[in-house]
């Protein structure tokens, strides 16, 4: 007998489609979209640092002006409040800390740009404490053209990290569905919603991308033929790997941290189960044998154990086993339905989708108190995704009967809307730091 379905999962709804038809994808390494992606913050971190940030000389040689990008930036973050500087400054001018104090900076960024010869530019920036009248950071890109959007990003980085002791993540990338028509499209971008890149075009549904800890591929599922399959795809080279095609459904790719396996969900010996395979498509391994729907695999941020769905207790709820299969633990109990798991980069916080009063919203869980907090208003949630740094959570959420993307700080306090202008942006996957 079928058990019941989890209805809401957008994984297990398409899964269960019936009727396909062939739609061959095909692979493109980065091709480039037309669509371009909008962003629209509220709220404010727990605390705001001033800080103002001098226009750069000579910026207005670069295609994307440096400074407005680094603005960009360090807004969305929620996490501070931006004095408009009105001057221009270079990173080896005198600076009067005090005027700075007066006009309530704490910190003050300077910085300029020069072409290079062999048509590069070399951007170079400071980050000044005024309080203490110190150089606080600062170093200098020779950057290509094409690279100034992302070398404003790593200054960004760097200015976060710098001031809030956490590492920034707006140099990273996410990928995520777009549907537009009969089109599906695997896209790419900048966190910021810039840069858009396809790298895979279909007419049949795509589903459930990951990255791969190095940043360098995507796993997902494709239904180009007539059936669910598990795919790799290398992003530069747009090379792609059928992993995992067994008999029934294919599902819910998780990479290891290391990279050399994927946990998968298959259907082939009747009830869905979790396995892991090599990253290769060879070495398949049963996690899990039990007579309930078990699927949505994620591994631990060491490795060493994996946290999935199942049903197994009457309902959707979250377990835990060892990355080698075993005895599973239940995680989750506030709450009848609770899907999707997603682990921290630490390995702390369980983000996850919960059903309560007929809502689907985002929640997270801190696994050493057990201490939970809802941290969405929407009501039809999907998808949750951590940033590298742990700090944000992207997710899908409907209005208005589209899909748009939403990112929220693990407090809570500070949220995002990324919208497209034409189509649904579903599947959410925020990358890793690049090594």
Partial sequence: ??????????????????????????????????????????????????????????????????????????????????IDAGVTISENSAVNFEEWKKRGAEALVVGSVQRLADGRFDVRYKLLDTVRGSTLSGFSVAALPTNTRVTAHKIADDIYEKLTGVRGAFSTRIAYVTKAGSEYRLEVADADGEGIRVALRSNEPIISP??????????????????????????????????????????APAWSPDGSKLAIALSRDGLTQIYTINADGTGLQRLTSS?????????????????FLSDRSGGPQIYRMNANGGEAKRVTFNGSYNITPR?????????????????????????????????????????????????????????????????????????????????????????????
């Fill in 343 to 435: 682990i921290s980069p630490d390995g702390r916080t369980l983000a996850y989708i919960s059903r309560r009063e007929g809502k689907f919203q985002l929640y997270a869980l801190d696994l050493g108190s057990g201490q939970e907090l809802k941290l969405s208003d929407t009501t039809k949630d999907e998808s949750p995704s951590f940033s590298p740094n742990g700090r944000y959570i992207m997710y899908t959420t409907e209005t208005g009967r589209r899909a748009t993307l939403a990112v929220v700080s693990v407090d809570g306090k500070v949220k995002q809307t990324i919208s497209v202008q034409a189509g649904d942006i579903r599947e959410p996957t925020w990358g890793p730091y690049l090594k």
């Fill in 1 to 82: 007998m079928m058990r019941p379905n989890y209805g809401y999962s957008r994984l297990l709804k398409k899964v269960a489609l019936s009727a396909l038809v062939l739609g061959l994808g095909s692979a493109l390494p980065f091709a480039p979209a037309q669509a371009q992606l909008r962003v629209e913050v509220s709220g404010i971190g727990s605390s705001q640092i001033p800080i103002a940030i001098a226009g750069f000389t000579d910026e207005a040689l670069t295609p994307q002006q440096v400074t407005a990008i680094i603005r960009d930036d360090l807004a969305r973050s929620g996490y501070f409040r931006l």
């Fill in 291 to 307: 007579s309930s729907i078990d699927t949505e695999p994620q591994f631990s941020a060491d490795g060493q154990s994996v946290y």
């Fill in 210 to 251: 990951a990255w791969s800890q190095d940043g360098s591929k995507v796993a997902y599922v494709s239904f180009e033929e007539k059936k669910p399959v598990v795919w790799t795809q290398n992003l530069l080279t747009g090379e792609r790997r059928k992993v995992a095609n067994f008999k029934g459904s294919n599902s």
